[in-house]
């Protein structure tokens, strides 16, 4: 795999990062670790590479947002448990095999996706998400309640980049795990309240789903 691109993303391996990490985790640290963290960094690098500048539009596009950055630094960690937007790091735990499996190539790039919505969240001026955001009173959880505004962005995407059935088929794996999470709990909710999986997600939720929030008409949770 190979790019001209010169991405905005730029995906990093830190051997401090990561000996702190299998440190904190009891776990050892070894050339071998490292020499795979750089490995799979730049895997993630060439697989993202091919469709940032389709995902960065759809960001501008649904939260309405200007992103003017030259460079955002993402950790990699093949320790980490889960990705998390601050300081912007995308486990690779549960994606081993980026070079020859098509699905490990595609859904490495999910967290990403989930990770930078929470990240053009919270970093700029985002009236327009943060507006809906304010009105989503569906569920007695904050956490789900936020979760389903990032979600709806992220399967939208998923669904543009790859095809709708696959953000379809990702929103009901969310569901499927029945945790009862934040997670699981949302993404139902995008499903019976039939949110589209593509670039009106966020559309639909401000006009359907605010108005019914602020209304006399809310729908209970």
Excluded at 2 to 10: A, C, D, F, L
Excluded at 54 to 76: C, H, P, Q, S
Excluded at 139 to 152: C, E, R, T, V
């Amino acid at each position: 795999m190979t790019t001209e691109h010169n991405p905005i993303i730029k995906f990093i391996y830190s051997h401090p990062y990561e000996a702190t990490l299998l440190h904190y985790g009891n776990l050892p640290v070894t050339q071998e670790h490292h020499a795979l963290g750089r490995k799979q960094t730049h895997l993630l690098q060439e697989l993202w590479n091919q469709h940032e500048e389709n995902i960065l539009d759809l960001f501008r596009e649904m939260y309405k947002i200007e992103i003017t950055e030259t460079e955002i630094k993402a950790f990699v960690s093949l320790v980490l448990p889960n990705s998390f937007s601050y300081p912007l790091t995308i486990s690779l735990v549960q994606h081993p095999n980026l070079e020859t499996d098509a699905r490990s190539q595609r859904i490495a790039l999910y967290p990403v996706l989930h990770e930078l919505a929470h990240y053009f969240l919270y970093s700029r001026d985002n009236e327009f998400a943060n507006t809906i955001l304010e009105h989503i009173t569906l569920f007695d959880s904050p956490g789900a309640n936020l979760h389903y505004l990032i979600q709806a962005v992220e399967f939208g995407i998923v669904g543009e980049i790859f095809g709708q059935e696959y953000g379809e088929f990702y929103r009901d794996k969310v569901i499927e795990r029945g945790n009862n999470n934040d997670y699981d709990i949302s993404a139902k909710r995008l499903k019976d309240d039939g949110v589209p999986v593509n670039r009106t997600c966020l559309e639909y939720i401000a006009k359907e789903i605010v108005k019914l929030s602020d209304g006399e008409e809310k729908t209970s949770p």
